[in-house]
């Protein structure tokens, strides 16, 4: 931070399935235990299934003048009460479109990307609005605080995912500056080594089981990896922990679209196996609201599996 004093720190983290963000006013920053007192919005509207989460569903409603209409959450229950009254043919509508930075070639300032109807827009716009909307919601929450930083008192990190190619993060970085967040002031954070650094603070002996230790600390000289799984992408990294609390990245990342949407995927391709092609198809075009009611509860159930689960039903 030299240079410039901030006085508070916004990480956004644009995810491909779920979006969030946290911040921490600088007065409050602890170099004891520098996740001491980061705060975010506690909930971005958790839908009919209790999915209580600080992120919200990366999707992005515009209206037919491609204004911001939403963003998440609320995005997704509008347009399909949109879609149950026949009225969405002229909105726009983008879900899950970050993995269009995976692979990167002809990647340009122009690539277009389509909604959910077929419509298309500059994948900047959208990558730029959905940033907009997450710096928006922040605001809003400052502003209730009654405090309306300056540009230059914002210090913004963006995340990304570490195997994505220049090309992406230099896409990203241009996306932020369009939703208004100055370039001189952004810093682009590569996913796994936020991970990396979280766990450099979580508290160990919350991950005891039987009184036993399953996680501990890195001491200096340990390498360990970091297997970050995603909506999208699964990123890979070896770090080394060195001294001063610092980290050193020991292997390039590595890693591939092989995120919790294949599973997705995968799942509905079951369903509409079993119930029949165009049968399921017509159930999603007709009874939009049932389909995203399937999908967010197949998401709690998702949630909810762990290798004890795992463990009863193979039994
Ligand atoms: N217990 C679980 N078992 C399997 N998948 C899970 C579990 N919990 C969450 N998921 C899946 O993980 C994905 C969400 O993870 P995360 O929020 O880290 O991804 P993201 O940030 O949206 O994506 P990315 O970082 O790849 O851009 C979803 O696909 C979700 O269904
Ligand atoms: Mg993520």
Redesign the pocket.
Known sequence: MTGNYYAIVVAI?F????SGYAFQFTGDYDSEDPTKKILSPQSWNDGPNKLASM?TP?CLLLDRNQDIDSFGYIAEDKYAELCMDGDNMDWYYFWRF?MHLHDTKGLKKTTMIADQTGKELPALTVFSKSIKCMKDHLMKILENKHYVPKDDEIKWVLTV?AIWDDTAKGFMREAAKMAGIPPQHLTLAL?PEAASLICQYLPVEKFSVGGQITFSDAKPGTTYMIVD?????ADITVHEKVRNGKLKEVNRASGGPW???S??SAFIALISNIVGGPMFAQFIKEDKLDYLDMLREF?SV??N??LYTLLMTSR
């Open positions: 983290d995810g491909t399935t779920y992120k990366t970050k995912p996913e799984l995603g909506g999208g992408t995120g919790g949407t599973v997705d998401e998702k949630r599996v762990g």
